[in-house]
């Protein structure tokens, strides 16, 4: 017989959201390292699976069941109720009601009658080395094993990144799936466009559209007094929706036709174009990514693409201009370098056509590839080989034809030096550039995640050996390389973790990636398309191949259908809205973040945050534009849409 003092009072916590609660009942088994008891049934007439509930039931074992280990959960649906899912906080487990010794196995998660049994661990996060007890390593080991199973690699487009293997999002499940909670896009003057396959009669007529779609965006509003300057083409290029393209030269690529003279008004007097680009005062855009791309219809009309180089100048008063512009890849003469000294329609349909070729790498790559795809390739191979125990499971319009292809080349001309804050803005020449404020910005946010996630590794991590040791870590950045990043040694993507700093390093630029560098090229699309000359999406016009043969009344004739360039802003207002629900930047609500050593750390990171979003604030005030997308209180801390 056992004693009193061997009963295992067991309470059962929902959790607090609204619709957790569920009809159902649920059958309880504790495991220890002797045996494992029966189930038990919690009694659905007197406890209640309600939101935020907690009950309390007494367990007698027939038998010593040793160290209590894990717990066992099945949900069963009520006869006659819905079948709704559960979700349950946690478990906590006492030998006796005064106990002040207590188990507490955390869940936080829906659970489904489906499931059978869920078992749940205690809450010690360890590396698998540390694992004391065969139960818990065979418990590890079957719940990977599970997951692998359901969890798989797939192919979204041959030559691009993987992508997780599912039919729909549903087939996720409850606890992968997350419902965005959109405040809702003022669409308003937008929806009643939807049969106009015409472009804009007249730029008054465009003018209206934008007066009450424009009306509250004081960024948008300043796009369309300033969009034909240079100097503000330039700053689009480091501050705009997309400041990943613009890099600092020492050489003209051999394809660009552009020479000395035809430049040398447009620099400082007595310089040259060589003299300036020794200086590192000249930088280029080059969309060579989109050269021979097919071309698309829209609405049944005819589209144009470009694959232009410009050219641009860092002059003595701290402005960069463009200064010479070629719209395709392969020079001739029906290819002409246009120049600001061209006529002004020349000119300004030159710089339309940079910025619809901008528009299209931004989506598919800046955007889509470089945040969205790298964040799903880092999450499938942490589902499928981190378990929840370890530590870092817990931190981390077009013709399809067309997105394919452009999709296969980003991806192979994807560079993990790119991806990282710091080679990167160095490699591009932007990082001691005064004016581009993204860079200044995207440095300090890097450099305090990289600080937090160096002190997180250094709670389990006391050495290079115990990383190059720690199995589960070497399978996860194994298969992210050869699944994720398809094997592309080139890339330089690491294929396995030698030391702490090269683990640190690419679990901060995952952590970037998927955050702030989602933030910059992400909420700033309205502000910078909704001007729809600043940034077309698609031109229904051939590129010029001479100069001089249309005037400024035509540059309307370029632009797509209203109907479609409504229906791009209308999706662009639902992607540049912050949820409702948002969760700032390093702002956590899992278990993990919430006591000792990583509380210690959350709150140290948020601190350095607050204070870099204080001086961005401050900075801000002496801007004539603002830069905000980078101030970590506006920063999502995932991908959320």
């Known amino acids: 017989m056992m004693s009193q003092m061997d009963e295992f009072h067991v309470t059962i ?15 309880i088994s504790l495991v220890g390292t002797l045996c494992e008891t029966p189930p038990v049934k919690v009694n659905p007439e007197q406890h209640r699976l309600l939101p935020g509930s907690a009950y309390t039931i007494v367990i007698t074992p027939t038998e010593e069941v040793g160290k209590l280990v894990l717990m066992k959960l099945r949900l069963e649906a009520q ?23 207590v188990d507490v196995f955390l869940c936080h998660k829906w659970i489904q ?11 010690k996060v360890c590396l698998r080395k540390e694992e004391t007890l065969a139960i818990l390593t065979a418990h590890r080991e079957k719940a990977l094993k599970n997951k692998q199973q359901s969890i798989r690699f797939g192919t979204f487009v041959d030559g691009v990144l993987g992508c997780v293997d599912m039919p729909s999002a549903a087939a996720l499940g409850p606890n992968l799936t997350h419902i965005r909670q959109s405040p809702g896009s003022n669409v308003h003057y937008l929806k009643g466009f939807t049969e106009r396959g015409t472009s804009w009669n007249s730029l008054q007529e465009l003018e209206t559209f934008f007066l ?15 969009w034909k300057e240079d100097a503000f083409f330039g700053y689009q290029c480091l501050n705009g929706s997309n400041p990943l393209c613009v890099k600092q030269i020492r050489s003209l690529p051999p394809n660009f036709a552009v020479t000395s003279k035809m430049v040398r008004s447009f620099l400082p007097e007595g310089s040259s174009l060589k003299r300036e680009m020794e200086k590192g005062r000249v930088y280029l855009l080059d969309y060579e990514i989109l050269d021979q791309l097919p071309d698309n219809t829209v609405s049944g009309k005819q589209t144009y693409l470009t694959a232009p180089l410009c050219l641009l100048h860092y002059n003595q008063i701290e402005e960069l201009k463009p200064i010479a512009i070629q719209l395709q890849q392969s020079p001739g003469p029906q290819n002409p370098v246009f120049l600001p000294s061209d006529s002004a329609a020349d000119w300004l349909l030159a710089k339309i056509w940079v ?5 299209i790498v931004h989506q598919l790559l800046s955007h889509l590839l470089r ?30 034809e067309a997105v394919k292809l452009l999709l296969a080349r980003g991806t192979q001309r994807l560079r993990y030096s790119s991806m990282c804050v710091p080679d990167d803005l160095r490699c591009r020449g932007l990082d001691t550039l005064p004016i581009c404020y993204y860079a200044q910005d995207a440095i300090r946010v890097w450099d305090a995640l990289h600080r937090f996630v160096e002190g997180w590794s250094s709670l389990y991590y006391c050495n290079d050996e115990d990383v190059q040791q720690d199995c589960e870590l070497q399978n996860w950045i194994r298969e992210i390389f050869m699944e994720g990043f398809l094997g592309l040694i080139h890339i330089g993507i690491p294929q396995s973790f030698q030391t702490t700093a090269e683990m640190c390093k690419f679990v901060t630029m995952v952590i970037f990636s998927c955050s702030a560098l989602h933030s910059a090229v992400n ?58 629900d948002y969760v700032p930047l390093c702002h956590y609500k899992e278990w993990y973040f919430r006591s000792g050593a990583t509380l210690r750390l959350v709150e140290k990171v948020q601190k350095e945050l607050k204070k870099i979003a204080r001086d961005i604030t401050k900075r801000n005030t002496q801007l004539e534009l603002p830069y905000t997308y980078l101030s970590p209180d506006y920063i999502e801390n995932n991908l959320a849409i």
């Not at 916590?13 to 059958?27: C, D, E, H, K, N």
Request: a negative charge; glycine letters at 6%; aromatic letters at 8%.
């Open 13 to 27: 916590r929902t959790s607090a959201l609204p619709l957790s609660g569920t009809y159902g009942s649920v059958w």
């Open 79 to 101: 006869p006659g109720f819905p079948d709704l899912n559960w979700h349950c906080q946690d478990v906590e487990v006492r030998r006796h009601s005064e106990d002040p010794n």
């Open 113 to 123: 009658s489906a499931d059978g049994y869920v078992e749940l661990r205690n809450d």
């Open 212 to 226: 009450f779609n424009g009306r509250e965006n004081t960024v948008a509003k300043y796009v369309q007094a300033h």
């Open 355 to 359: 910025h619809n070729s901008d528009f």
């Open 371 to 400: 945040t969205h795809l790298v964040g799903e390739v880092c999450c499938t191979a942490t589902l499928r080989h981190l378990p929840e125990i370890h530590p870092l499971y817990q931190s981390m319009s077009w013709s399809l």
């Open 523 to 580: 909420f700033s699309q309205m502000d910078y398309n909704l001007w729809i000359l600043n940034s077309p999406a698609a031109m229904v016009r051939p590129p010029p191949q001479t100069k001089g043969q249309i005037s400024v009344d035509e540059l309307l004739s370029f632009l797509p259908g209203v109907n479609s360039s409504c229906h791009v802003l209308s999706v662009l207002s639902l992607l540049s809205h912050r949820a409702i």
